[in-house]
């Protein structure tokens, strides 16, 4: 029989990747926290821990893609490349964490299972698969954005010979192409970034495309010790750039609108971003999320060079046959992506074609005939934002289920908090920048968003503090609002609405008004006595003011968004 083993706790926080080892730093080390993190994981490492397929990097730049909070962690730390890969990133979360010592409050190998709030304790009682129960004043969702890998339901799966992956839950040994026949399903970031290095030593590789991906060059290189010094001298400057800049990364997003130049001029200045590479292609202009006769000239250049580097006319017109504007959805880089259709080894399979039908035991039947695999790779995305809330059983208020809560697609405030869960904070929760950020950025001013407020709840002996049902209903609209002032939601077949997952509630989930527009509505709700959130002691609720500021209503004016 499990054993069952109780803990009290002030704070429990499920997940350690860079938003739960800060999340544990930031209570247990500033506000004297009893803190435990639980994660599924052997090692800590969040998205990056799963996250090991071949070509597996990360686009946002090294030197942003860490944290801000401490400079000597900042300046003691030196990246190797311009996008760091899985190993280098885990390398560095294990810098921190011991640095920090956060190991010895973490518990491995452990999952959330459930997850109830005790309404007449004012606890949550967290439960897991290893048989222990939690108590917990503060219960803090550190979970990722992308952690819920989605298997699409083909029928035969089960039937396959070979070794089948997702690429989310790539295993820890090498995995051998060589000799073999692989098939890789999914053209989205991953796929584009997997696909080069299986080529490179597959027998043959066909890639299954459903929808074609624009794609910009990553250009990764190894860094210079020139650009290396330059990093560690100027800490300063890369913090206000990233904490100032609507999508977290350390460059700016132009001010000059497509049409302020003329043909040529954008010619030239898409040619150098190109040549640049990485996803400062899409700051090349101010308008090119939110105009879309503006993005059709990016869309066309990007189109044209898919054109000019795939030298086979079909496969060519197949890659860049694209139906929706560039970063419409998430906009991958690559390393050498459209160049791996040049290779003897390598076939498309166009799905606007031909159908996947069936999985064999042997390969994938389309409609079109039988492709023999040794392999399948399925590149094919998450679950993502909700996916894993909703794999825990979550319960608020009067056993209220989150599943129940979120029925017609997630409702936060902020993306921190839902109504009827008091004192569950969720970090880069759905309606938060997130995924429209690099991600360290939200990341840290949530932690800090929430840690503040845990310590103001303290200091004011607050026992709960709970979203309020108009401030969310609002801030709702709002996300809403600024997702349609972009181009984003035109985009059907995309994971920020839950498009991808069959009977998921079509919903855009990040808020794309920009991080420093979301920054400084944070801390505009918190100077107005934390307008929209209620705090109650002893059952009595201690601020009334939960109307929300009026900050966030002018979703019109939202012009360059957080990406
Ligand atoms: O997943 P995706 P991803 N039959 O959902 C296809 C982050 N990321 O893992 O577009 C055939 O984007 C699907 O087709 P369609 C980043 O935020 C970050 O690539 O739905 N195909 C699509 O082509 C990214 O956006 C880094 O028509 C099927 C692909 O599978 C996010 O992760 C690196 C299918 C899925 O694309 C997710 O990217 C990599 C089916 N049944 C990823 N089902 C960084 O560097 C799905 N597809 C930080």
Redesign the pocket.
Known sequence: MMQMTKHTYDAVVIGAGFSGLYQLHTLRDQLNLKVKVIETGHDLGGTWYW?RYPG?????ESHSYCYMFSEEIYKEWSWSERYPGPDEIRAYLNFVATKLDLRKDIQFDTTVTSAHFIEADNVWEVATNTGDTYRTTFLITAIGC?STA?V?D?PGLSTFKGKWYH??NWPHETVSFKGKRVGQ???????I?AAPVIADTAEHLYV????P?YSVPARNAPLTDEFKEYVRNNYGEIKEVVQSTPNGHPFRISSTKVFDQTEEERQATYEAAWDKGGLQFRASFQDLIVDKKANDTAANFLKNKIKSIVVDKETAESLSNIDHPYAG??PPIDTNYFETFNRDNVTLVD?KKEN?EAITATGIQTNAGHIELDMIVF????D?ITGKFLQMDIRGRQGLPLSDAWKEGPRTYLGLQTPGFPNLFTITGPGSPS?LCNMPVPIEQHVEWITDCIEYMRKHNIDTCEANQEAADEWVDHVNAAANATLLPTVP?S?YLGA?VVGKPRVFMPYAGGMTRYRAICEDVVANNYNGFVFASDGIEENTNNRTNDKFAAAEKIQSPGI
């Open positions: 996250n597996a990097r990360c686009d946002s992308i989605n699409p083909i690429t989310g399903i999914g053209t989205g970031s991953t796929g970034q299954f495309q459903r929808t991906n959805k998430r799905l996947i590149a094919t995305g998450f993502a995924v077949h994971w991808n």
